[in-house]
Protein backbone atom coordinates (compact mmCIF):
# COMPACT_ATOMS: atom_id res chain seq x y z
CA UNK A 1 0.00 0.00 0.00
CA UNK A 2 2.86 2.43 1.11
CA UNK A 3 4.43 1.68 -2.52
CA UNK A 4 1.25 2.28 -4.06
CA UNK A 5 1.22 5.56 -3.04
CA UNK A 6 4.89 6.29 -3.94
CA UNK A 7 4.17 5.48 -7.41
CA UNK A 8 1.52 7.84 -7.24
CA UNK A 9 3.48 10.57 -5.91
CA UNK A 10 6.03 10.10 -8.28
CA UNK A 11 3.83 9.97 -11.29
CA UNK A 12 2.08 13.33 -9.89
CA UNK A 13 5.61 14.88 -10.20
CA UNK A 14 6.14 14.06 -13.71
CA UNK A 15 2.84 15.17 -14.74
CA UNK A 16 3.46 18.47 -12.98
CA UNK A 17 7.07 18.72 -14.02
CA UNK A 18 5.45 17.89 -17.39
CA UNK A 19 2.69 20.58 -17.07
CA UNK A 20 5.17 23.46 -15.82
CA UNK A 21 6.89 22.72 -19.39
CA UNK A 22 4.01 22.72 -21.16
CA UNK A 23 3.05 26.28 -19.43
CA UNK A 24 6.35 27.92 -20.29
CA UNK A 25 6.33 26.44 -24.39
CA UNK A 26 2.52 28.02 -23.76
CA UNK A 27 4.17 31.35 -22.47
CA UNK A 28 7.14 31.72 -25.36
CA UNK A 29 4.40 30.69 -28.40
CA UNK A 30 2.73 33.55 -26.48
CA UNK A 31 5.70 35.95 -26.86
CA UNK A 32 6.19 35.02 -30.23
CA UNK A 33 2.64 35.74 -30.90
CA UNK A 34 2.72 39.10 -29.60
CA UNK A 35 5.95 39.99 -30.86
CA UNK A 36 4.74 38.51 -34.64
CA UNK A 37 1.21 40.83 -34.12
CA UNK A 38 3.65 44.03 -32.81
CA UNK A 39 5.64 43.37 -36.22
CA UNK A 40 2.28 42.72 -38.34
CA UNK A 41 0.61 46.26 -36.44
CA UNK A 42 3.86 47.77 -37.52
CA UNK A 43 3.96 46.31 -40.95
CA UNK A 44 0.41 47.56 -41.74
CA UNK A 45 1.09 51.11 -40.26
CA UNK A 46 3.98 51.38 -42.22
CA UNK A 47 1.64 50.31 -45.81
CA UNK A 48 -0.75 52.71 -43.99
CA UNK A 49 1.33 55.99 -44.22
CA UNK A 50 3.09 54.86 -47.42
CA UNK A 51 -0.28 54.38 -49.01
CA UNK A 52 -2.23 57.49 -47.50
CA UNK A 53 1.11 59.96 -48.52
CA UNK A 54 1.34 58.33 -52.06
CA UNK A 55 0.52 60.91 -54.73
CA UNK A 56 -0.31 58.06 -56.58
CA UNK A 57 -4.17 56.63 -56.84
CA UNK A 58 -3.26 52.48 -55.25
CA UNK A 59 -5.78 49.97 -55.98
CA UNK A 60 -6.41 46.46 -55.16
CA UNK A 61 -9.24 44.49 -56.94
CA UNK A 62 -9.89 40.44 -55.52
CA UNK A 63 -10.48 37.11 -57.74
CA UNK A 64 -13.64 38.86 -58.53
CA UNK A 65 -12.57 41.93 -60.00
CA UNK A 66 -13.80 44.06 -57.05
CA UNK A 67 -12.14 46.40 -54.95
CA UNK A 68 -10.65 45.70 -51.51
CA UNK A 69 -8.21 48.24 -51.24
CA UNK A 70 -8.51 52.24 -52.05
CA UNK A 71 -5.81 54.97 -51.01
CA UNK A 72 -6.18 58.55 -50.53
CA UNK A 73 -4.57 59.39 -53.54
CA UNK A 74 -7.34 57.30 -55.77
CA UNK A 75 -9.80 59.17 -53.83
CA UNK A 76 -8.19 62.55 -55.16
CA UNK A 77 -7.54 61.72 -58.34
CA UNK A 78 -10.84 59.48 -59.45
CA UNK A 79 -13.37 61.21 -57.17
CA UNK A 80 -14.85 58.21 -55.68
CA UNK A 81 -14.39 58.20 -51.35
CA UNK A 82 -13.44 54.45 -49.89
CA UNK A 83 -16.89 53.81 -48.91
CA UNK A 84 -18.15 54.44 -52.62
CA UNK A 85 -15.10 52.50 -54.43
CA UNK A 86 -14.74 49.25 -52.00
CA UNK A 87 -17.07 46.38 -53.17
CA UNK A 88 -17.42 47.82 -56.65
CA UNK A 89 -16.65 46.17 -59.71
CA UNK A 90 -13.79 48.47 -60.55
CA UNK A 91 -13.74 48.77 -64.33
CA UNK A 92 -17.21 49.11 -64.25
CA UNK A 93 -16.75 52.54 -62.85
CA UNK A 94 -13.44 53.10 -63.91
CA UNK A 95 -13.02 51.98 -67.55
CA UNK A 96 -14.58 53.74 -70.13
CA UNK A 97 -17.04 51.25 -71.93
CA UNK A 98 -15.53 50.71 -74.77
CA UNK A 99 -13.01 48.68 -73.07
CA UNK A 100 -15.19 46.91 -70.67
CA UNK A 101 -15.38 43.99 -73.79
CA UNK A 102 -11.81 43.39 -73.93
CA UNK A 103 -11.54 43.61 -70.12
CA UNK A 104 -13.90 40.86 -69.20
CA UNK A 105 -11.78 38.80 -71.72
CA UNK A 106 -8.49 39.44 -70.05
CA UNK A 107 -9.41 39.36 -66.44
CA UNK A 108 -10.82 35.79 -66.97
CA UNK A 109 -7.36 34.72 -67.99
CA UNK A 110 -5.99 36.45 -65.00
CA UNK A 111 -8.07 35.06 -62.24
CA UNK A 112 -7.11 31.73 -63.31
CA UNK A 113 -2.95 32.41 -64.08
CA UNK A 114 -2.12 35.46 -62.50
CA UNK A 115 -0.88 36.56 -65.62
CA UNK A 116 -2.17 39.48 -68.53
CA UNK A 117 -1.00 42.01 -71.76
CA UNK A 118 -0.60 44.04 -68.71
CA UNK A 119 1.14 42.64 -65.53
CA UNK A 120 4.29 43.51 -64.42
CA UNK A 121 4.15 46.29 -67.40
CA UNK A 122 3.02 50.63 -67.46
CA UNK A 123 0.87 51.82 -69.88
CA UNK A 124 -0.91 54.56 -70.80
CA UNK A 125 -4.40 54.49 -70.56
CA UNK A 126 -7.59 56.77 -70.52
CA UNK A 127 -9.92 56.59 -67.14
CA UNK A 128 -12.80 57.58 -66.17
CA UNK A 129 -13.70 60.01 -63.14
CA UNK A 130 -16.78 59.70 -60.79
CA UNK A 131 -17.91 63.06 -62.82
CA UNK A 132 -17.78 61.30 -65.93
CA UNK A 133 -14.66 62.80 -67.47
CA UNK A 134 -12.24 60.88 -69.10
CA UNK A 135 -8.26 61.90 -68.38
CA UNK A 136 -5.43 60.30 -69.63
CA UNK A 137 -2.97 58.05 -67.05
CA UNK A 138 -0.36 55.85 -66.58
CA UNK A 139 -1.06 52.31 -65.33
CA UNK A 140 1.41 49.91 -63.84
CA UNK A 141 -0.40 46.33 -62.76
CA UNK A 142 1.08 43.78 -60.33
CA UNK A 143 -0.53 39.83 -59.30
CA UNK A 144 -0.44 38.66 -55.96
CA UNK A 145 -2.18 35.40 -54.27
CA UNK A 146 -3.81 35.53 -51.49
CA UNK A 147 -5.78 32.51 -49.73
CA UNK A 148 -5.75 30.35 -53.30
CA UNK A 149 -6.68 33.04 -55.68
CA UNK A 150 -5.05 36.04 -57.65
CA UNK A 151 -5.82 39.71 -56.66
CA UNK A 152 -4.35 42.97 -58.77
CA UNK A 153 -3.21 45.88 -57.50
CA UNK A 154 -2.78 48.46 -59.37
CA UNK A 155 -0.76 52.08 -59.50
CA UNK A 156 -2.84 54.74 -61.26
CA UNK A 157 -1.06 58.19 -61.97
CA UNK A 158 -2.83 61.31 -63.58
CA UNK A 159 -0.47 62.54 -66.51
CA UNK A 160 -3.21 64.79 -67.67
CA UNK A 161 -0.46 67.66 -67.55
CA UNK A 162 2.35 65.97 -68.85
CA UNK A 163 0.17 65.61 -71.86
CA UNK A 164 -0.79 68.94 -72.03
CA UNK A 165 3.08 69.87 -71.51
CA UNK A 166 4.35 67.52 -74.38
CA UNK A 167 1.75 68.90 -76.73
CA UNK A 168 2.78 72.11 -75.80
CA UNK A 169 6.18 70.99 -76.28
CA UNK A 170 5.05 69.47 -79.56
CA UNK A 171 3.81 73.09 -80.48
CA UNK A 172 6.70 74.90 -80.03
CA UNK A 173 8.58 72.09 -82.16
CA UNK A 174 6.82 72.09 -85.16
CA UNK A 175 6.71 76.27 -84.80
CA UNK A 176 10.52 76.34 -83.98
CA UNK A 177 10.94 73.62 -86.78
CA UNK A 178 8.75 76.36 -89.64
CA UNK A 179 10.76 78.79 -88.41
CA UNK A 180 14.38 76.93 -89.02
CA UNK A 181 12.73 76.44 -92.74
CA UNK A 182 11.92 79.88 -93.02
CA UNK A 183 15.25 80.75 -91.90
CA UNK A 184 16.67 78.23 -94.27
CA UNK A 185 14.97 79.82 -97.30
CA UNK A 186 15.91 83.28 -96.66
CA UNK A 187 19.72 82.41 -96.12
CA UNK A 188 19.46 80.48 -99.29
CA UNK A 189 17.94 83.15 -101.26
CA UNK A 190 20.82 85.54 -99.87
CA UNK A 191 23.25 83.21 -100.72
CA UNK A 192 22.03 83.39 -103.96
CA UNK A 193 22.30 86.56 -104.84
CA UNK A 194 25.67 86.93 -103.16
CA UNK A 195 26.51 84.44 -105.63
CA UNK A 196 25.08 86.65 -109.07
CA UNK A 197 27.01 89.33 -107.12
CA UNK A 198 30.34 87.53 -107.12
CA UNK A 199 29.99 86.53 -110.52
CA UNK A 200 29.34 90.01 -111.56
CA UNK A 201 32.62 90.82 -109.87
CA UNK A 202 34.33 87.92 -111.46
CA UNK A 203 33.14 89.43 -114.50
CA UNK A 204 33.86 92.72 -114.13
CA UNK A 205 37.46 91.87 -112.78
CA UNK A 206 38.04 89.70 -115.54
CA UNK A 207 37.30 92.90 -118.29
CA UNK A 208 40.10 94.72 -116.48
CA UNK A 209 42.39 92.18 -116.66
CA UNK A 210 41.68 91.64 -120.73
CA UNK A 211 42.40 95.66 -120.74
CA UNK A 212 45.32 95.61 -119.10
CA UNK A 213 46.23 92.71 -121.40
CA UNK A 214 45.86 94.82 -124.23
CA UNK A 215 48.57 97.47 -123.48
CA UNK A 216 51.33 95.22 -123.96
CA UNK A 217 50.14 94.64 -127.69
CA UNK A 218 51.96 95.93 -130.73
CA UNK A 219 51.59 100.33 -130.91
CA UNK A 220 49.72 100.42 -133.96
CA UNK A 221 47.11 98.28 -132.11
CA UNK A 222 47.73 99.35 -128.67
CA UNK A 223 44.70 101.55 -127.20
CA UNK A 224 47.70 102.84 -125.15
CA UNK A 225 48.44 106.42 -124.89
CA UNK A 226 51.98 107.20 -126.19
CA UNK A 227 53.95 110.41 -126.46
CA UNK A 228 57.43 112.08 -126.64
CA UNK A 229 58.07 115.32 -125.35
CA UNK A 230 60.91 117.42 -126.05
CA UNK A 231 63.45 118.48 -123.82
CA UNK A 232 61.90 122.03 -124.67
CA UNK A 233 58.39 120.71 -123.45
CA UNK A 234 56.93 120.32 -127.11
CA UNK A 235 55.34 117.35 -128.74
CA UNK A 236 56.96 114.94 -131.17
CA UNK A 237 55.38 112.17 -131.11
CA UNK A 238 51.55 111.05 -130.21
CA UNK A 239 50.25 107.29 -130.92
CA UNK A 240 46.72 106.73 -132.50
CA UNK A 241 44.99 105.97 -129.65
CA UNK A 242 46.28 109.05 -127.99
CA UNK A 243 44.96 111.40 -130.93
CA UNK A 244 42.11 110.03 -131.04
CA UNK A 245 41.32 109.99 -127.14
CA UNK A 246 41.83 113.93 -127.33
CA UNK A 247 40.27 113.99 -130.30
CA UNK A 248 42.93 116.22 -132.41
CA UNK A 249 45.15 115.22 -135.44
CA UNK A 250 48.75 114.33 -135.74
CA UNK A 251 49.45 117.61 -137.69
CA UNK A 252 47.36 119.68 -135.07
CA UNK A 253 49.85 118.65 -131.77
CA UNK A 254 53.17 117.97 -133.52
CA UNK A 255 55.42 120.90 -131.82
CA UNK A 256 52.92 122.44 -129.80
CA UNK A 257 53.40 123.02 -125.86
CA UNK A 258 52.49 119.57 -124.48
CA UNK A 259 51.76 121.14 -120.81
CA UNK A 260 49.90 124.44 -121.84
CA UNK A 261 47.55 122.19 -124.53
CA UNK A 262 46.99 119.20 -122.46
CA UNK A 263 47.63 119.65 -118.90
CA UNK A 264 45.31 121.81 -116.95
CA UNK A 265 46.81 124.48 -115.29
CA UNK A 266 46.09 123.35 -111.66
CA UNK A 267 48.43 120.18 -112.27
CA UNK A 268 51.32 122.49 -113.84
CA UNK A 269 52.99 122.22 -110.55
CA UNK A 270 52.81 118.80 -109.91
CA UNK A 271 54.14 117.40 -113.27
CA UNK A 272 57.02 120.13 -113.52
CA UNK A 273 58.20 118.30 -110.37
CA UNK A 274 57.63 114.77 -112.12
CA UNK A 275 59.47 116.06 -114.42
CA UNK A 276 62.65 117.27 -112.59
CA UNK A 277 62.50 113.89 -110.54
CA UNK A 278 63.04 112.10 -114.04
CA UNK A 279 65.67 113.69 -115.68
CA UNK A 280 67.44 113.67 -112.15
CA UNK A 281 67.21 109.50 -111.37
CA UNK A 282 67.49 109.06 -114.85
CA UNK A 283 64.48 105.80 -113.73
CA UNK A 284 61.47 104.88 -115.16
CA UNK A 285 58.55 106.79 -112.76
CA UNK A 286 54.70 106.04 -112.56
CA UNK A 287 52.28 109.23 -112.17
CA UNK A 288 48.53 110.36 -112.91
CA UNK A 289 47.17 113.14 -114.43
CA UNK A 290 44.46 114.66 -117.03
CA UNK A 291 44.65 115.02 -120.33
CA UNK A 292 42.39 117.64 -121.54
CA UNK A 293 40.40 116.82 -124.70
CA UNK A 294 39.81 119.02 -127.57
CA UNK A 295 36.36 119.82 -126.28
CA UNK A 296 37.44 120.24 -122.96
CA UNK A 297 36.81 116.77 -121.25
CA UNK A 298 39.31 115.68 -118.73
CA UNK A 299 40.68 112.14 -118.87
CA UNK A 300 42.83 110.65 -116.16
CA UNK A 301 45.55 108.86 -117.42
CA UNK A 302 48.35 106.79 -115.56
CA UNK A 303 51.82 107.27 -117.14
CA UNK A 304 54.84 105.35 -116.88
CA UNK A 305 57.30 107.73 -118.10
CA UNK A 306 61.42 107.39 -118.38
CA UNK A 307 64.07 110.00 -119.49
CA UNK A 308 65.72 109.02 -122.69
CA UNK A 309 69.60 110.50 -123.11
CA UNK A 310 71.89 110.78 -126.39
CA UNK A 311 74.81 109.44 -126.94
CA UNK A 312 76.82 112.48 -125.25
CA UNK A 313 74.73 111.63 -121.91
CA UNK A 314 72.62 114.87 -122.62
CA UNK A 315 68.94 115.05 -121.96
CA UNK A 316 66.94 114.03 -124.82
CA UNK A 317 63.04 113.77 -124.64
CA UNK A 318 60.93 112.20 -122.29
CA UNK A 319 58.76 109.03 -123.42
CA UNK A 320 55.27 108.09 -121.87
CA UNK A 321 53.14 104.97 -121.55
CA UNK A 322 49.60 106.39 -120.33
CA UNK A 323 46.46 104.87 -119.82
CA UNK A 324 43.73 105.92 -120.14
CA UNK A 325 41.89 104.53 -116.24
CA UNK A 326 39.04 107.46 -116.70
CA UNK A 327 36.46 104.54 -116.66
CA UNK A 328 38.68 102.28 -114.68
CA UNK A 329 38.57 104.33 -111.93
CA UNK A 330 35.45 104.92 -112.01
CA UNK A 331 34.87 100.90 -111.96
CA UNK A 332 37.19 100.80 -109.43
CA UNK A 333 35.19 103.47 -106.81
CA UNK A 334 32.05 101.11 -107.79
CA UNK A 335 34.03 98.11 -106.90
CA UNK A 336 35.30 99.59 -103.92
CA UNK A 337 31.97 100.34 -102.79
CA UNK A 338 30.25 97.32 -103.63
CA UNK A 339 33.03 95.09 -102.16
CA UNK A 340 32.46 96.96 -98.46
CA UNK A 341 28.95 96.62 -99.33
CA UNK A 342 28.78 92.91 -99.84
CA UNK A 343 31.21 92.68 -96.67
CA UNK A 344 29.00 94.41 -94.32
CA UNK A 345 25.84 92.25 -95.56
CA UNK A 346 28.01 89.09 -94.69
CA UNK A 347 29.08 90.15 -91.54
CA UNK A 348 25.16 91.17 -91.10
CA UNK A 349 24.07 87.83 -91.83
CA UNK A 350 26.55 85.64 -90.19
CA UNK A 351 25.71 87.70 -87.08
CA UNK A 352 22.06 86.67 -87.82
CA UNK A 353 22.82 83.30 -88.73
CA UNK A 354 24.42 82.70 -85.29
CA UNK A 355 21.94 84.73 -83.32
CA UNK A 356 19.55 82.50 -84.89
CA UNK A 357 21.91 79.28 -84.02
CA UNK A 358 21.98 79.84 -80.63
CA UNK A 359 18.19 80.59 -79.96
CA UNK A 360 18.12 77.28 -81.63
CA UNK A 361 19.97 75.17 -79.51
CA UNK A 362 18.92 76.75 -76.52
CA UNK A 363 15.34 76.33 -76.89
CA UNK A 364 15.96 72.79 -78.18
CA UNK A 365 18.13 72.27 -75.21
CA UNK A 366 15.15 73.71 -73.01
CA UNK A 367 12.85 71.88 -74.93
CA UNK A 368 14.71 68.71 -74.38
CA UNK A 369 15.27 69.58 -70.98
CA UNK A 370 11.17 70.27 -69.94
CA UNK A 371 10.46 67.06 -72.00
CA UNK A 372 12.87 64.82 -70.06
CA UNK A 373 11.93 66.70 -66.46
CA UNK A 374 8.56 66.20 -66.76
CA UNK A 375 8.77 62.47 -66.93
CA UNK A 376 11.77 61.65 -64.36
CA UNK A 377 11.01 64.38 -61.62
CA UNK A 378 7.68 62.65 -60.77
CA UNK A 379 9.55 59.06 -60.44
CA UNK A 380 11.85 60.81 -58.17
CA UNK A 381 9.47 62.14 -55.87
CA UNK A 382 8.03 59.00 -54.72
CA UNK A 383 10.87 57.41 -53.78
CA UNK A 384 11.73 60.71 -51.86
CA UNK A 385 7.93 61.10 -50.29
CA UNK A 386 9.09 57.28 -48.87
CA UNK A 387 11.97 58.10 -47.89
CA UNK A 388 11.11 60.90 -45.64
CA UNK A 389 8.22 58.89 -44.02
CA UNK A 390 10.58 56.69 -43.02
CA UNK A 391 13.13 58.82 -41.95
CA UNK A 392 10.26 60.67 -39.92
CA UNK A 393 8.86 57.15 -38.63
CA UNK A 394 12.40 56.14 -37.45
CA UNK A 395 12.62 59.79 -35.53
CA UNK A 396 9.67 59.05 -33.62
CA UNK A 397 10.61 55.57 -33.16
CA UNK A 398 13.86 56.99 -31.87
CA UNK A 399 12.80 59.72 -29.67
CA UNK A 400 15.73 60.83 -27.46
CA UNK A 401 18.06 57.50 -27.88
CA UNK A 402 21.29 57.47 -30.07
CA UNK A 403 22.40 61.04 -30.62
CA UNK A 404 24.41 59.70 -33.71
CA UNK A 405 21.48 57.69 -35.31
CA UNK A 406 19.48 61.15 -35.13
CA UNK A 407 21.52 63.13 -36.28
CA UNK A 408 22.04 60.83 -39.31
CA UNK A 409 18.24 61.01 -39.55
CA UNK A 410 18.24 64.53 -39.72
CA UNK A 411 20.55 64.54 -42.53
CA UNK A 412 18.60 62.27 -44.35
CA UNK A 413 15.54 64.76 -43.91
CA UNK A 414 17.89 67.63 -45.04
CA UNK A 415 19.00 66.22 -48.15
CA UNK A 416 15.03 64.95 -49.02
CA UNK A 417 14.52 68.60 -49.02
CA UNK A 418 17.18 69.95 -50.59
CA UNK A 419 16.37 66.98 -53.59
CA UNK A 420 12.60 68.09 -53.70
CA UNK A 421 14.03 71.74 -54.41
CA UNK A 422 15.64 70.29 -56.93
CA UNK A 423 13.17 68.30 -58.85
CA UNK A 424 10.69 71.68 -58.35
CA UNK A 425 13.49 73.75 -60.17
CA UNK A 426 13.38 71.18 -62.97
CA UNK A 427 10.00 71.11 -63.09
CA UNK A 428 9.43 74.57 -63.70
CA UNK A 429 10.63 74.02 -67.08
CA UNK A 430 7.64 71.58 -67.66
CA UNK A 431 5.18 74.94 -66.24
CA UNK A 432 6.61 77.46 -69.01
CA UNK A 433 4.41 77.19 -71.42
CA UNK A 434 3.31 79.79 -74.37
CA UNK A 435 3.21 83.20 -71.96
CA UNK A 436 -0.60 84.50 -71.82
CA UNK A 437 -0.02 88.04 -71.60
CA UNK A 438 -2.20 90.84 -69.46
CA UNK A 439 -1.64 94.28 -68.16
CA UNK A 440 0.90 94.07 -65.15
CA UNK A 441 2.31 97.14 -62.98
CA UNK A 442 6.56 96.21 -62.29
CA UNK A 443 6.49 98.37 -59.79
CA UNK A 444 3.46 96.67 -57.73
CA UNK A 445 5.50 93.15 -59.00
CA UNK A 446 8.84 94.46 -57.41
CA UNK A 447 7.47 95.65 -54.41
CA UNK A 448 5.55 91.96 -53.76
CA UNK A 449 9.06 90.85 -54.90
CA UNK A 450 11.09 92.33 -52.14
CA UNK A 451 8.31 92.04 -49.21
CA UNK A 452 7.78 88.44 -49.86
CA UNK A 453 11.55 87.14 -50.74
CA UNK A 454 13.16 85.69 -47.19
CA UNK A 455 16.16 87.80 -46.72
CA UNK A 456 18.95 86.79 -44.16
CA UNK A 457 19.53 89.97 -41.65
CA UNK A 458 23.19 90.52 -42.41
CA UNK A 459 21.78 91.55 -46.16
CA UNK A 460 20.67 94.89 -46.67
CA UNK A 461 17.88 95.47 -49.16
CA UNK A 462 17.55 99.20 -51.25
CA UNK A 463 15.06 100.16 -53.57
CA UNK A 464 14.84 102.64 -56.08
CA UNK A 465 11.15 102.66 -57.72
CA UNK A 466 9.29 105.15 -58.97
CA UNK A 467 6.06 106.54 -57.79
CA UNK A 468 3.90 105.80 -60.67
CA UNK A 469 3.22 102.78 -62.09
CA UNK A 470 4.93 100.90 -64.96
CA UNK A 471 2.97 98.85 -66.76
CA UNK A 472 3.82 96.10 -69.12
CA UNK A 473 2.10 93.07 -70.93
CA UNK A 474 3.46 90.28 -69.44
CA UNK A 475 2.35 86.70 -68.49
CA UNK A 476 2.28 87.78 -64.68
CA UNK A 477 3.30 84.19 -63.23
CA UNK A 478 6.34 83.71 -65.73
CA UNK A 479 7.14 86.87 -65.25
CA UNK A 480 7.22 86.45 -61.52
CA UNK A 481 9.40 83.38 -61.88
CA UNK A 482 12.10 85.35 -63.78
CA UNK A 483 12.54 88.15 -61.24
CA UNK A 484 12.19 86.01 -58.25
CA UNK A 485 15.22 84.29 -59.56
CA UNK A 486 16.92 86.81 -60.54
CA UNK A 487 16.57 87.94 -56.58
CA UNK A 488 17.30 84.95 -55.29
CA UNK A 489 20.70 84.19 -57.34
CA UNK A 490 21.58 87.86 -55.64
CA UNK A 491 21.12 86.98 -52.31
CA UNK A 492 23.29 83.45 -53.17
CA UNK A 493 25.99 85.01 -54.01
CA UNK A 494 26.13 87.17 -50.94
CA UNK A 495 26.67 84.18 -48.20
CA UNK A 496 28.77 86.51 -46.36
CA UNK A 497 25.99 89.77 -46.48
CA UNK A 498 25.99 92.40 -48.14
CA UNK A 499 24.03 95.13 -50.45
CA UNK A 500 21.18 94.09 -52.78
CA UNK A 501 19.66 96.93 -54.72
CA UNK A 502 16.08 96.96 -56.88
CA UNK A 503 15.60 99.79 -59.17
CA UNK A 504 13.07 100.45 -61.79
CA UNK A 505 12.71 102.75 -64.34
CA UNK A 506 11.67 103.85 -67.97
CA UNK A 507 14.42 104.25 -71.21
CA UNK A 508 13.18 105.46 -74.82
CA UNK A 509 14.62 106.07 -77.72
CA UNK A 510 15.21 104.83 -81.42
CA UNK A 511 15.17 101.33 -80.13
CA UNK A 512 12.07 102.10 -78.54
CA UNK A 513 10.10 102.71 -74.96
CA UNK A 514 11.54 100.30 -72.15
CA UNK A 515 10.92 99.68 -68.75
CA UNK A 516 14.55 98.48 -66.99
CA UNK A 517 14.84 96.34 -63.68
CA UNK A 518 18.09 96.68 -62.35
CA UNK A 519 18.94 93.77 -59.74
CA UNK A 520 22.35 94.42 -58.11
CA UNK A 521 24.80 92.89 -55.34
CA UNK A 522 27.69 93.26 -53.70
CA UNK A 523 28.93 89.72 -53.84
CA UNK A 524 31.61 87.79 -55.65
CA UNK A 525 31.03 88.66 -59.49
CA UNK A 526 31.14 86.94 -62.77
CA UNK A 527 34.77 85.85 -63.83
CA UNK A 528 35.06 87.19 -67.68
CA UNK A 529 35.14 83.73 -69.01
CA UNK A 530 31.82 82.87 -67.72
CA UNK A 531 30.07 86.12 -68.82
CA UNK A 532 29.02 84.46 -72.06
CA UNK A 533 28.32 80.86 -70.61
CA UNK A 534 25.99 82.38 -67.43
CA UNK A 535 22.83 81.84 -69.13
CA UNK A 536 23.28 78.81 -70.70
CA UNK A 537 20.85 76.17 -69.19
CA UNK A 538 22.70 73.74 -67.07
CA UNK A 539 25.66 76.24 -66.43
CA UNK A 540 26.49 76.60 -62.78
CA UNK A 541 29.71 77.98 -60.75
CA UNK A 542 27.93 77.12 -57.37
CA UNK A 543 28.07 74.29 -55.14
CA UNK A 544 24.51 73.59 -54.94
CA UNK A 545 22.24 74.02 -58.11
CA UNK A 546 21.51 72.54 -61.27
CA UNK A 547 22.08 75.75 -63.27
CA UNK A 548 18.12 76.80 -64.60
CA UNK A 549 17.44 79.73 -62.79
CA UNK A 550 19.23 81.93 -64.91
CA UNK A 551 17.80 79.87 -68.26
CA UNK A 552 14.52 80.30 -67.38
CA UNK A 553 15.03 84.27 -66.75
CA UNK A 554 16.55 84.42 -70.14
CA UNK A 555 13.77 82.41 -71.82
CA UNK A 556 10.95 83.97 -69.85
CA UNK A 557 12.11 87.41 -70.55
CA UNK A 558 13.29 87.07 -74.60
CA UNK A 559 9.51 85.45 -75.39
CA UNK A 560 8.56 88.61 -73.67
CA UNK A 561 10.13 90.86 -76.24
CA UNK A 562 12.79 91.72 -73.73
CA UNK A 563 16.38 90.84 -72.82
CA UNK A 564 18.56 90.04 -70.63
CA UNK A 565 22.09 92.26 -69.76
CA UNK A 566 24.59 91.45 -67.31
CA UNK A 567 27.39 94.14 -65.65
CA UNK A 568 30.26 92.79 -63.63
CA UNK A 569 33.46 92.68 -62.16
CA UNK A 570 35.35 89.66 -60.99
CA UNK A 571 34.82 90.37 -56.74
CA UNK A 572 33.08 94.05 -57.50
CA UNK A 573 29.25 92.25 -57.76
CA UNK A 574 26.96 92.15 -60.44
CA UNK A 575 24.13 93.99 -62.08
CA UNK A 576 21.34 92.10 -64.35
CA UNK A 577 18.79 94.54 -66.10
CA UNK A 578 15.37 93.31 -67.51
CA UNK A 579 14.19 95.69 -70.42
CA UNK A 580 10.71 94.25 -71.21
CA UNK A 581 8.13 96.77 -73.16
CA UNK A 582 6.13 99.33 -72.01
CA UNK A 583 2.80 98.88 -72.38
CA UNK A 584 1.25 101.67 -74.92
CA UNK A 585 -0.73 103.62 -72.18
CA UNK A 586 3.04 104.06 -70.72
CA UNK A 587 4.75 105.64 -73.52
Known amino acids: MTRDKDKTREELLKELAELRRRVKALEKAETRHRVGEDKLRESEEMFRIISSSAKDAIIMIDHEGKISFWNNAARKILGYTRQEAIGSECHMILAPERYWKDYRKAFGRFSKSGRGSVVGKTIELTALKKNGREFPMELSVSSVKLKGAWHAIGIIRDITRRKKADDALQRAHDELEGRVRERTVALSDTNDRLKQEITKHQTTESRLRKERDFSNTLLHTSPTFFVAISAEGKTIMMNDAMLSATGYEADEVMDVDYVATFVPAYEHKELAGVFKRLIKSHKTTRNENHVLTRDGRELLVEWHGCPVFNEEGAFDYFFGVGIDITERRKVDDELHRHREHLEELV??????????????????????????????AHEIRNPLGVISTSAYYLRRRAGDGDKKV???????????????KIIESILGLTRLGAICPSSVDLREAVLSLVKASDVPPDITVESNLPEEPVMTLADREQMSIALKNVFINAVQVMPGGGVLTVSLCTTGGEEGDWAEIRISDTGTGVEPENMDRIFQPLFTTKTHGVGLGL??????????????????????GATFTIRLPLAEGNK
Not at 406 to 420: E, F, M, R, W
Open 347 to 376: EERTRDLELAQEQILASEKLAILGQFAGSI
Open 406 to 420: LAHLDQIKNQVNYSA
Open 551 to 572: AMVKWIVEKHGGAVLIESRAGK
